[in-house]
């Protein structure tokens, strides 16, 4: 079992409650998709899943391992076999790409190996095999800043997939990407997760890219699970009323549908 | 109808606030006996005038260039190696700073009570080291090792230091901490996550402010050479005592391209660095 979560709940400290009395069991080597409206806590969860969030109720297993009943050193062990893919990827502007991604293993490596990379990176041809992947080797020695949004993402990508973790994590991945570009990048996620074996939950918010990928679908509203299939039993009214907005008029629902095309490559 | 649209919820608040400090400062004028009165005062006026006429012509005997150049690297060397010394503070820095707690990273910044009080005897050590003046440090080293630079530099080593540590570890906080706390949650340690995650932000800005300490330092080394620290405040006062304001005004020049210097250094270093 890669993820066990028992009755979780999760309340912001401005008193905002964005999980409430969450089970879930995400077998390791599966690829699951959460989608949900804005603001259902989709990235509330992949946090806590991320261990980056402490959940305020309930039993959150993850690997194996309660990490929030380990000491501090146990726990940034386990944590490096965690990875999350964050929406806008935090990187320092001035930061190179090759640093950037070579960073995904400094909690593998000791502190003098770290600085050591921070001085002359000591994986090039790692590095750059990652981004190959993305299609973006040549911005190797690029500096951060001088990437678009959808180009950080693929680095966060990168750095993630150089960190080679058994839980991969990502919070609306290739939400900057267009739609032939955000199709490979999931594609590369899936079939790296299925070549390493490895668990990988996403969020996404385009619910097609959801369906053509993974075979398991999480429909999260209002910090609640809606839905948890497969993803050929999802129907168009679980989805009507996953995105159902009664502040909206009538366009906004139209919005979501399943005869939104993908182009493919 | 038309102010409920315009209202702006801030107005009042900003206003109380504006009247506040002003009476806060309005008896802050009176305890500083400030009488501006006194600088028109016709003594006074001819005292002052006959102490800037001996200005004209600046000293440039061989002889008082030579002393004046010594004096100079003398004062760079005070400064430079006191802020050396102080950069001692760099390990005080990390200590005290919130930017590098593990809690903080999944507690949306705060860290936990408990890693908060032990960050304090660290700030309580920089605040006992700056909060005496370092003139009052020079005063007390020179009795302590004698006239001369080392006193001037134990005392910038000291002050400067407690000033380094605390603004240090404020720019660590004040800078974008998402990267090192992505960095700490995918399990690195907190040296490693604030060399990649904070460092490269604050660089240009910890640039700027040690930058800005040195030409302080080189100010403040001045002043405690009037007290026997050597260096250019050591010639100054003999000057002054001499009457001889030809030198003290070449000196001040010297002085005032000595801090032109510093800020196009920092200007450099931070269009390198930004």
Redesign the interface.
Known sequence: MSLNLRAVSLR??NAVEALRAIDLQIDSGEQVAIIGPSGAGKSSLLNLL?????PSSGELQVLGAHPWQLA?RQR?????????I?QA???????RVV?AVL??K????G?AK??LN?LHPLDIPGARRELARLDLADKLFAQCQQLSGGQLQRVGIAR?LY?APELLLADEPVSAMDPVLADHTLAVLCQHAQAQRITLVASLHAVELALAHFPRIIGLRDGQVLFDRRAQDVDQAQLDALYANEHLHAPATSAVSLSVQTARC | MLSRVTRDPAALPRLLLTLLVLALLWPGLEHSELDVGVLLNADNQRDMGRFLAAFWPLAHSTDFLVLLFEATVQTLAIATAGMALALLAIPASLLASRALSLSAASRAGRPKPLANLLRWPVRGLLIVLRSVPEIVWALLFVRAVGLGPTAGVLAIAITYSGMLGKVYAEIYESVDQRPAHALMQAGSGRLAAFVYGILPNAAAELTSYTVYRWECAIRASVVMGFVGAGGLGQQIDLSMRMFAGNEVASMLLTFLILVLLADQLSRLLRGRLA
């Open positions: 912001h400290a991320a261990t980056a969030l402490t501090n940034q062990r386990l944590r490096t076999r965690i990875g999350l964050h990827p935090p990187l320092p502007p001035r930061q640093t960073a995904g400094l909690g593998q490596w502190l770290s600085l921070w993630v960190q």
